[in-house]
């Protein structure tokens, strides 16, 4: 990809995914989802208001799409939405569709990262890596088999790492494990909540491109989750702009994927300018949101 890689506003042509064929129902589909917390009591509050998008089922390929925005401008209410945990989902308004069926909970088709580093104290690398497989009912031999393949291709390594337990492992490779986990099950829809959030800026960069590579092996959808613009445009095929009071999409861009790693990709002058407009965009939306505030104060 050259350094001309520029955006695009949603819908227009350049750059756009190749499409899927017509009749393929979409990966995610937002209609209209308005969540409100403590309805009809003295908290309540509206998370996100009438947030529609549509995410379409790449063949063969996927998508990654970044949802970028202030705190509390209801993100991660929007990848608990399509993952159907509670008490986000159900909305209180709209419907959530994900490969053409509504949300009804969790399901196999989805798997989900969080920041924190979600683990099994009681259990190894190993045995983490492996514990969806097991439920499902995989031979030990079998799951075993296929965990040490994922423990290598998240760069650790099988024969130092394997027996080891969460606590003997850095933040880094704790998340790497939780990342195996998830992606050793291949679902079709990866939701991610600021998975890299509490890393150190180096290791936070080696994740992103793990994250690209390993992508690109699953050819899943992925939602991920983030403060940090830079990520944001990075990782993103598609950036969603979220604002706040209340939640709602404010901006949709369209990215080519990144061709090159995180570290030399900063350095491209088509990066630094999309990152400085999100920037300011950004500025402007807590800005407003300030303002707002205060009025109502």
Known sequence: MSEE????DAGGPQNAPQASAAT???AIEFRGVTKVYGE??????????D?????EDVVDHGEICSFLGPSGCGKSTVLRLVAGLEPQHPPSIGRVTVLGHEVAGPGADRGMVFQDYTSFDNRTVLDNVTFGLECRGMPRRERHALGL?????VGLDPRRDARKYPHELSGGMRQRVAIARTLILRPRIIL?????GALD???RLDMQDLLVKLWRDVEATVLFVTHSVEEAVYLGD???VMATTPGRIVGDLRLPPASAPARETQSQPWFRDNVRSLHERIERIESDAKRLNGGAA
């Open 5 to 8: 890689r520029g955006r695009t």
């Open 24 to 26: 393929r129902p979409p």
């Open 40 to 49: 009809g009591t003295p908290r309540q509050y509206i998370a996100i208001s």
């Open 51 to 55: 947030v529609s998008f549509t995410i």
């Open 149 to 153: 393949e994922w423990i290598a291709k």
């Open 192 to 196: 991610m909540d600021e998975p890299f």
């Open 201 to 203: 800026p180096a290791t």
């Open 238 to 240: 598609r950036v969603f």
